[in-house]
Nanobody
Framework: VELVESGGGLVQAGGSLRLSCIGRGRTFDTYAMGWFRQAPGKAREFVAAVNWSDDSTDYTESVKGRFTISRDNAKNTMYLQMNNLKPEDTAIYYC??????????????????WGRGTQVTVSS
């Protein structure tokens, strides 16, 4: 089972990026899927998640109104559309899955099980 992130890059403040996360090895259509990020010298933090059953979403306060999470179960893929990016959004972004969104948020303290992530750098 593998989750592969892509879509990161270097962008100026105010710009946009779309991250993708594709699942390989099994389907995740009955799991919540979500994104975390970790900036240099800082702890990993929850960013956004989408539920499997009703596509309900949850976002950390700092990205509300700027980021949109979505999923395509047919493609076993999740997306994070990031608009109006800010320098404080600079981080490595990781995707993950969990049975529920509350369960996913408990993963923030896990050191193992993360993929390579995708680097997002926002210049001022």
């Amino acid at each position: 089972v593998e989750l592969v992130e892509s879509g990161g890059g270097l962008v100026q403040a105010g710009g946009s990026l779309r991250l993708s996360c594709i699942g390989r090895g099994r389907t995740f259509d009955t799991y919540a899927m979500g994104w975390f990020r970790q900036a240099p010298g800082k702890a990993r933090e929850f960013v956004a998640a989408v539920n499997w059953s009703d596509d309900s979403t949850d976002y950390t306060e700092s990205v509300k109104g700027r980021f949109t999470i979505s999923r395509d179960n047919a493609k076993n893929t999740m997306y994070l559309q990031m608009n109006n990016l800010k320098p404080e959004d600079t981080a490595i972004y990781y995707c993950t899955v969990a049975p529920t969104i509350p369960a996913m948020k408990t993963l923030v303290d896990e050191d193992d099980g993360w993929g390579r992530g995708t680097q997002v750098t926002v210049s001022s």
